[in-house]
């Protein structure tokens, strides 16, 4: 099988763009990768672990000659940086994405896109709290889903090609709006990272009126907490910024909730804890029914 | 070498209490285990899963001639089931419990203890997400912590025989004060556990808007919270009525933290949700070296 580009070239080379560099590689999706990162460490890394034909700092040369361009860099880089590369794309060239917030992606990479090339905004649904080249695999995307959201008027066949793209590195495509796609995962993404990150602020607050004993006593359900929220700060500062207004919203209707169960526990309201507890044991079965869930992975310490 | 009691009784077996029975019989631990539980599938599945001597409906039975007894029940069933027991109890006889908070333990057995009696409260905190007698296992309490909190003028025999039964069952001990360990379970297992149960309460509202989509990509990161918030209803509800002050306390300065967090992202102030995103980073990285989650622990999706 012939490979679906003959020349690609990733953005960024953290966990989702060394991870996308070396299922490319393992399944010679391309025939040729151009690696650009803004570090020498992280160049001299794609170079190390064999990941790129070609390293560059320069964005701009980085795209020269490839026919498909992919973003892997925090939201907050993208306009900067497609106003950088955007001279320098080849006519015909497909360029994507793979940031959480869509809405941004669009409204700060597409205006720079000359004619003949098309932006196809995507957002593969996979990672984990690990950042950096190091922390790649060839597998982070298999069976996962993969959502496109071109806007209207986008070639049907540059959205096919990146759908192709990534069914050929084992992920399932969901298309979808933009918008829509903020407020989903503003609710299966965003929220449970914002409120993870929060737990754990207070909790190492009182860590250090508890000598250390949060950590020591972890086991009771904050360790699960604590992954989360050791996800890469910079990613998760641009997203909460550019996904702002769903996630408020999502926020408001979380500490609306949160106030009636504070409620609840204060005037001894035992039948509504027990009725909304028995309600979101449900989910879990339906997270694993949906196979985003492992029933048969290692049983965790909650409690 | 010989069992550290002749008759244990163990009151409850649900996902702890099964374990106990269970580690106790591959260690040794005791020669004679008598189960009590309130169902006939319960008191059957002990009999099928081999973990009983002797099968009781009745507490009061269960514990005549009991040289060990733990109370494996949730909170909320303390009180009723101690004033039972307690005229059945043999001299000599060691009273502990398993429950998530201790200072309600000691106000509701404590009291009806007989002379000779002693209750030594104890929280081994181990656990998962499954409930019930056939979700036990022996290793649960290997390598985590049980701490036991001793009112003031325990018998120092009794208490150092309660740890000789966590040890030989795997686990190592902490002795603290019962409101202490209050506090601090209120932080490391409590709070999380109602955040989680809100959060999910809240994606299964929104669940019925985005027609399922929240499961769909609950891989995002929503996932792990559906795992906590699948625990033991009625045992989370005890624990939440019990430990009232202590986890209103707590969520008083969660929401605190959460409205700071809400402004910054309200006002853009991405230095801000920055330096805790980095602040929270390593926490995740003392939980490892502190032995209480494992780094090579699969990888799991997060954003």
């Known amino acids: 099988m012939s490979a679906l580009f003959e020349r690609m070239a990733i953005i960024g080379l953290g966990l989702i763009g060394s991870s996308v560099a070396r299922v ?12 650009c990162a803004r570090s020498p460490e992280t160049r001299q890394a794609a170079t190390d672990l064999g990941l790129a034909d070609a390293v ?17 860099t925090p939201l907050g880089t993208y306009k900067t940086l497609a106003e950088a ?7 015909g060239a497909i360029v994507s994405d793979v940031g959480s917030v869509k809405g941004s992606a669009i409204r700060d990479v597409g205006p720079f896109m000359p004619d003949g090339v098309t932006f196809v905004p995507g957002h593969p649904v996979a990672g984990t709290e690990n950042s950096g080249p190091h922390s790649g695999f060839a597998e982070l995307f298999d069976r996962r889903w993969c959502i496109l959201t071109p806007p209207d008027g986008t070639d049907e066949n540059a959205v096919n090609t990146v ?12 298309i979808m709006d933009a918008a829509h796609h903020d407020l989903v995962l503003a609710v299966t993404s965003h929220l449970p990272h914002l409120i993870a990150y929060n737990i754990v602020g207070t909790a190492d607050d009182l860590a250090k009126v508890t000598e250390s004993e949060v950590i020591k006593f972890a086991a009771g359900g904050f360790r699960d907490f604590t992954r989360i929220a050791a996800s890469d700060p910079v990613m998760w500062r641009d997203i909460f910024l550019t996904n702002r207004d769903a996630v408020l919203e999502m926020l408001g209707r979380f500490t609306e909730d949160l106030s009636a169960l504070q409620k609840a526990i204060r005037y001894k309201d035992g039948e509504e804890l027990e009725a909304l507890f028995t309600r979101t044991r449900h989910i879990r079965r339906e997270v694993i029914d949906a196979e985003q869930a492992d029933p048969d992975e290692a049983p965790e310490d909650t409690y």
Request: with cysteine.
């Open 56 to 72: 560059f700092a320069d964005p701009a040369k980085a795209v020269a000659d490839a026919d498909f361009v992919l973003l892997c």
């Open 163 to 174: 759908a192709d793209f990534w069914r050929e590195a084992g992920s399932e495509i969901e």
């Open 24 to 35: 490319v590689r393992q399944h010679g999706i391309a025939d040729h990768i151009s690696v």
């Open 85 to 91: 590369f955007a001279p320098s794309l080849k006519p």
